[in-house]
């Protein structure tokens, strides 16, 4: 079975940058600043890897103060992996089922044909 | 569940998740064979659904053309409904289908999604692949009664299992 391509979520967490973020986060939430510390950028450089985690929904980022504090959510991970397995799943019975309809069937075709003749 | 004025949701409360699967398949019969079982409703029908002590159906239409439309509505113990709502977008006989969907549960659009069904000789039989890539909608969570479905089921085969 071929692996699982999780997009946005995981492309999001493909960039050693934005992991090293919510493994900061998960200790909990903390400023933009606080989290450009640790790397040679740029805050804009910094904030744009805050948009695409907010955008997979991994982080939320509240308009608090001036300082923004940014936290981990990590539901969306868990969500996204739990629908594609639904589907998954649905899809696996389903298939299951389309092999044993064309067994029967064939099974029919065979009893027919030596009717037939 | 209350429907929403999508111009009255706050940007915060949308979202989108994409994602992909991609599922493949032996069957010890030929391509053409294969393929006939989702042209047509009838034979689509017979192996195309919810599973049955827990889906009850209500309505199955299907158009099996390019332009053609599919519908499968069905009610789950619990009450709640689904509604796959499908497009066939293109159809190579004995070869490939692709359609585009949206599922709803109780009315709600949860995703929208592609599916691309692949029908390949291998020797005497067909190799069939489906991948499906979708777009999850606005976080969908209904209180975490399809992960406790989802637990049960893996925990009775893991029983299963254990047993052989």
Known sequence: MSPDHLSATFSALADPTRRAILARLASGETSVTELAEPFEMSLPAVTKHLKVLQRAGLITRSREAQWRPCRLEAKPLKRAADWVEQYRRFWEQNLDNLEAYLRKLQQQEKKHGRKKS | ?164
């Not at chain 2, 709640?80 to 190579?92: M, P, R």
């Not at chain 2, 709803?104 to 029908?119: P, W």
């Not at chain 2, 209180?143 to 893991?158: N, Q, V």
């Open chain 2, 1 to 164: 569940m209350a429907a929403r004025n999508p111009s009255s949701t706050s940007v915060a409360e949308r979202s989108a998740q994409h994602a992909t699967f991609v599922i493949e398949r032996s069957y010890a019969f030929p391509p053409a064979k294969v393929f006939a079982a989702w042209a047509s409703r009838e034979a689509k029908a017979r192996w195309f659904g919810g599973p049955a002590k827990e889906w009850t159906l209500k309505v199955r239409e299907l158009d099996f053309r390019i332009g053609g439309r599919e519908r499968l509505v069905g009610t789950w113990a619990g009450g709640t409904v689904s509604d796959f709502d499908s497009l066939y977008q293109d159809i190579v006989p004995d070869r490939r289908i692709v359609y585009s969907y949206s599922m709803r549960i109780d009315e709600k659009r949860i995703s929208v999604s592609l599916a691309t069904v692949e029908f390949a000789p291998a020797g005497k039989g067909t190799q069939l692949t489906v991948t499906e890539q979708g777009a999850f909608l606005d976080g969908y969570d209904d209180a975490g009664s399809r992960e406790r479905g989802t637990r049960a089921l893996l925990d009775k085969l893991d029983a299963a299992i254990k047993q052989n």
